[in-house]
């Protein structure tokens, strides 16, 4: 049961996956891995530092 709960879900993100590529500019679209808490670290540490860039680019202050 377990394995076709996580065939569903893969299915599901893909899926996701595809329907931003069909509506975004490729450029701006990212996969990320998370099959390990080493993937999802890096994963939370990349998305703060395009939020921050986001915030500098667009006339924010970024605190560190």
């Given at each position: 049961?377990?394995?076709?709960q996580e065939n569903n879900e893969a299915e599901i993100m893909e899926v996701v996956l595809q329907e931003a590529r069909d509506s975004y500019p490729q450029q701006i679209v990212?996969?990320?891995?998370?099959?390990?808490?080493?993937?999802l670290?890096?994963?939370?540490?990349n998305i703060v530092s395009w939020i921050q860039q986001w915030?500098?680019?667009n006339g924010h202050k970024v605190e560190a």
């Amino acid at each position: 049961m377990k394995k076709i709960q996580e065939n569903n879900e893969a299915e599901i993100m893909e899926v996701v996956l595809q329907e931003a590529r069909d509506s975004y500019p490729q450029q701006i679209v990212v996969e990320l891995k998370s099959e390990s808490t080493e993937d999802l670290q890096k994963n939370v540490a990349n998305i703060v530092s395009w939020i921050q860039q986001w915030l500098k680019d667009n006339g924010h202050k970024v605190e560190a």
